[in-house]
């Protein structure tokens, strides 16, 4: 019996055809589910739109209620949505894997019901009285990718039903088992209405991103994707919150100590075997320390177990899916051919699940492909420089910009080159920390709107002034 592929008014719905969930570890089945169609679609923006007028009355204080009472049904069934998104995406359960995303879903779902976006006043005398109230937008269309599924989703869901939006989202199709159990679960916090799903293929994405009822899309994903989204809205002219693909950068300085900053870099670049948006995924090295960077690299990557993720000793596990091994293949090869040192893994581990070891590769140049696109996987182009000026044009020279990265002892020069990198987010001595209180969001074609804390709850409201 296939799993129900949409959730519409709070009721689970089979739709005709079915789609197959893959186990990446096994190359077996997760999991099948009957998946929405184009009138699912009609019906869960229908739903959405009826319950928002109930929903976006609602007080200040039931909405907060109403995003903890989901705080704690997450923490509650945090381990079996772990397991199911193991199963699906691959991820190990220990580890920054898949506990560790349930855990952050709560934190940030605890963190939004907090945040408040209070009537701000510009004057209020006897001689004007303006006040700037913020205003649900009304349906919300959810867009998500199956690299961090289910606090992606979190990251749009949360703070547009905190704001008075209701929702329908669309879960990745190769991940969509964990987000429907969740969305499942969240009917208990919530009115029938407010939070829809609707599970698919590709194709159920544009019936969202042109659909006259939707007032706003959140876009997580490629930027080719994200170019067909805005697209799509234009005739309608929807608000966009799109946070697409990055090719982030980290530059070593001389005066860094290499052993000391190994695994920083190790797990900002392999976090999630790489298919994280803000990972490093180029790395310029100083030549005066650069064979000792790649020494600690090679030598830190040795301890680190890639494996099944249900096995708790695994820290990292599969590629995701077949087109993105082929990817991470094609690149590697590409780079090992153009005259790249490979220092560790290099080719497929073979066997029936998506394994690719942790891949090192020195003598790395921009020109390379394996550099100049987003690989999303395991394997980390290491490029040599000596003067800093070239390192950091040579970091700007991509058309995305999401994160980046300074690793020095010397705390304010780091800064001040921190400022030089064109991304949303630059790091010191660390990459690809984000907190539920501070924005993120891309520049260039990495997208543009943030997410997190108050910035992020003003992207889910319109401003209304009232002059009196
Ligand atoms: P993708 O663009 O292939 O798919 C993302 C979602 O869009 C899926 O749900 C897919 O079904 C849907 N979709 C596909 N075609 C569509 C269309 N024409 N209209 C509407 N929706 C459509 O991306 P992916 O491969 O799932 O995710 C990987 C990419 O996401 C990487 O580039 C990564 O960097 C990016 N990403 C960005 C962030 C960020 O915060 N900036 C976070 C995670 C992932």
């Known amino acids: 019996m296939p799993m129900a592929g949409t959730i519409i008014d709070g009721m689970a719905m089979l739709g005709e055809r079915s789609l197959e969930v893959l186990n990446p570890a096994t190359g077996g089945l997760a999991g099948t589910i ?23 009355q609602t007080t200040d204080a039931e909405r907060c209620a109403a995003v903890l009472a989901c705080a704690d049904l997450l923490d509650h069934h945090a381990e079996e949505l772990a397991r199911i998104l193991t199963a699906e995406q691959g991820k190990p359960l220990n580890g920054m894997g898949s506990r560790f995303e349930l855990g952050g879903a709560a934190a940030w779902t605890r963190h939004t019901a907090g945040l408040k976006l209070p009537v701000e006043f510009v004057q209020d005398d006897a001689d004007a009285h303006i006040a700037i109230h913020r205003k649900p937008l009304g349906v919300v269309a959810s ?18 039903i905190r704001t008075g939006n209701t929702v329908v989202l669309k879960p990745s199709p190769y991940t969509p ?48 994707t994200g170019r067909r989204v805005m697209a799509s809205a234009a005739p309608t002219l929807k608000r966009l919150t799109l946070e697409l693909g990055g090719n982030d950068a980290g530059i070593v300085l001389a005066d860094a100590d290499p ?22 995924k180029r790395l310029f090295v100083h030549d005066a320390i650069y064979e000792a960077v790649c020494d600690e690299l090679v030598a830190y990557a040795a301890t680190i177990k890639t494996g099944a993720g249900t096995d708790e000793d695994s820290l990292l596990g599969p590629i995701q899916n077949r087109m993105q091994f082929d990817k991470v293949t094609r690149l590697v090869d590409e780079a090992a051919a153009a005259g790249a040192r490979i220092l560790n893994g290099g080719a497929p581990s073979g066997g029936d699940g998506l394994f ?113």
């Open 34 to 56: 009957a998946v929405a169609d184009a009138a699912a679609v009609e019906a869960a923006v229908a739903s959405a739109k009826a319950a928002f007028l109930a929903w976006s």
């Open 143 to 160: 867009i998500t990718p199956w690299n961090w599924p289910l606090m992606i989703a979190i990251w749009h869901v949360m703070p547009a």
């Open 177 to 224: 088992l964990s987000t429907l159990r969740m969305v499942e679960l969240l009917q208990n916090a919530l009115p029938p209405g407010v939070l829809n799903v609707v599970a698919g293929s590709d194709e159920i994405g544009p019936l969202l991103t042109s659909h006259p009822d939707v007032a706003k899309i959140c876009f997580t994903g490629s930027c080719n």
């Open 259 to 280: 052993k000391a900053i190994a695994e920083g870099l190790f797990w900002g670049a392999f976090v999630n075997n790489g298919q994280t948006c803000a990972a490093l």
């Open 356 to 468: 690719y070891p942790v891949t090192l590769v020195a003598n790395a140049m921009p020109g390379m492909s394996l550099v100049d696109e987003e690989q999303f996987g395991p394997a980390l182009p290491i490029i040599r420089y000596s003067d800093i000026d070239t390192a950091i044009d040579q970091a700007n020279a991509v058309d995305v910009g999401l994160g980046g990265s300074i690793w020095s002892s010397d705390i304010p020069r780091a800064r001040d080159l921190a400022m030089r990198l064109e991304c949303g987010t630059a790091w010191v001595n660390k990459h690809g920390g984000i907190r539920p209180d501070t924005p993120f969001g891309g520049v260039k074609a990495s997208g543009f709107g943030v997410e997190f804390g108050q910035h992020g709850l003003e992207e889910f409201v319109s401003l209304h002034v009232i002059h009196d």
